[in-house]
């Protein structure tokens, strides 16, 4: 134990993409695999998760009451 932790420098490399959905599949699976054996991006990929559930859930709560109502006037009805 050296007491400091080491960058990995795959986590910028694959954890972005992988958290934003933008790899194809076998870029996902070693993103996946990376995660499994490397402690700092799975430590990194569970800070960006909740990061980004708190982010969308703030956004969602940003939406007033009359904003909400006023894009639910502007859906057109089916009949
Ligand atoms: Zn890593």
Known sequence: MTGFEMICEKCEELLQPYL????????RHEAESHLADCGYCKKRYRFEES???YVRSACAEEMSPELKARLA???TPLT
Request: proline letters at 0%; a negative charge.
């Open 20 to 27: 934003d959905r933008e790899l194809d599949d076998s870029e």
């Open 51 to 53: 990061l980004r559930r």
């Open 73 to 75: 006037a502007l859906r």
